[in-house]
């Protein structure tokens, strides 16, 4: 069974588009998170999000919104998509928000922006 | 905030050698200490953690080792194998929130 579950795989669209990328975990954790890993490889946290509480990184423009339907998604919008946007997007979870809990990370989504 | 520092960036070792690769941080609220290991085009995976309340922990070839008072953590990988060759990022929590901050990454090229 997948743990965390992340579609689409690529996402190639253009630039001023509104897209979408959906979440799913069903490890039954109370916390999900969005990482942006860029073309250096670098992960940086965007946003994590537990029992309704979004803490959101500083840094990360507000045309990206985090949208939870229940516990075990959590949902990426991006709007007027930029080309420094283009990245690979992983969610992850975690039992708990609290340190020492181990995060498991999905398969990542590819997104273009030409 | 939280800053990771992680060197080096690449490390090319002989199979069956050591590679160590070190992290420092910067907020002494930090508590946990996660290392991932990425392979190419797959998702980071955990490998190894450890509690600010440890100094040292060991699984089979792997072990890290944290200094609380110089705020470094290091990796340590012996008997390196070809499969051993990824990506490994050190992380530390942002204060005891448990947002990690990750470092940069170190590529390890493991030749046989």
């Known amino acids: 069974d997948t743990a965390v579950s992340q579609t689409p795989k690529y996402l190639v669209t253009q630039m001023g588009n509104d897209k979408s990328i959906k979440c799913e975990q069903n490890l039954g954790h109370d916390t999900m998170y969005w990482y942006k890993q860029d073309s250096k490889k670098f992960l940086k946290i965007m946003f994590s999000y537990n029992n309704k509480e979004l803490i959101i990184n500083e840094t990360v423009p507000n045309r990206f919104s985090p949208k939870s339907p229940d516990k075990a998604h959590l949902n990426l919008h991006i709007n007027s998509l930029e080309l420094g946007d283009s990245a690979v997007y992983f969610c992850?979870?975690?039992?708990?928000?609290?340190?020492?809990?181990?995060?498991?990370f999905g398969p990542g989504t590819r997104l273009t922006v030409l | 905030g939280e800053n990771v520092e992680q060197h080096p960036s690449t490390l090319s070792v002989q199979e069956g050698d050591s590679a160590v690769i070190k992290c420092t941080y910067s907020?002494?609220?930090?508590?946990?200490f996660p290392w991932y290991k990425q392979e190419l085009g797959k998702r980071p995976q955990l490998i190894i953690d450890i509690r600010s309340n440890v100094g040292e922990k060991k699984d089979q070839r792997i072990a890290v080792t944290l200094n609380k008072t110089a705020k470094h953590f290091s990796l340590h990988i012996t008997e390196t194998q070809p499969e051993d060759s990824a990506v490994y990022f050190c992380a530390a929590t942002e204060g005891s929130q448990g947002n990690l901050i990750f470092g940069k990454g170190t590529k390890l090229s493991v030749k046989p």
């Open positions: 907020d002494s609220a930090s508590n946990y």
């Open positions: 992850a979870s975690s039992q708990r928000r609290d340190s020492y809990n181990e995060q498991f």
